[in-house]
């Protein structure tokens, strides 16, 4: 079946980086489009980053470019998504999905706070 697992979530201060991965299985993930997404209290999920099946085509959100970088490894079969500058608005539960057909991961928690 297919399974998402998302991990690499934390505390951190503002300034500081984390780098998200998500491990994919019960699929041909070679083959398919990836995103991260990101929901904070009280607020709609929102897209992050979404990167293409071959990693040649990626795209972010206006909030997180610049600071973010998504990328894939089609042999570990894993997605990543590297964070810098920390934010406290970037504090939400993170999300790895895949675009097609829909299937999301169970989300890793991301609090940036001093």
């Known amino acids: 079946q297919v399974q998402l697992v998302e991990s690499g979530g934390g505390l951190v201060q503002p300034g500081g980086s984390l780098r998200l991965s998500c491990a994919a299985s019960?699929?041909?993930?070679?083959?398919?489009?990836m995103s991260w997404y990101r929901q904070a209290p009280g607020k709609e999920r929102e897209l992050v980053a979404t990167i293409s099946s071959t990693g040649g085509s990626r795209d972010y959100a206006d909030s997180v470019k610049g600071r973010f970088t998504i990328s894939r490894d089609n042999v570990k079969n894993t997605v990543y998504l590297q964070m810098n500058s920390l934010k406290a608005d970037d504090t939400a539960v993170y999300y790895c999905k895949r675009m097609y057909p829909g299937y999301w991961g169970q989300g890793t928690q991301v609090t940036v706070s001093s």
């Open positions: 019960g699929f041909t993930f070679s083959l398919n489009a």
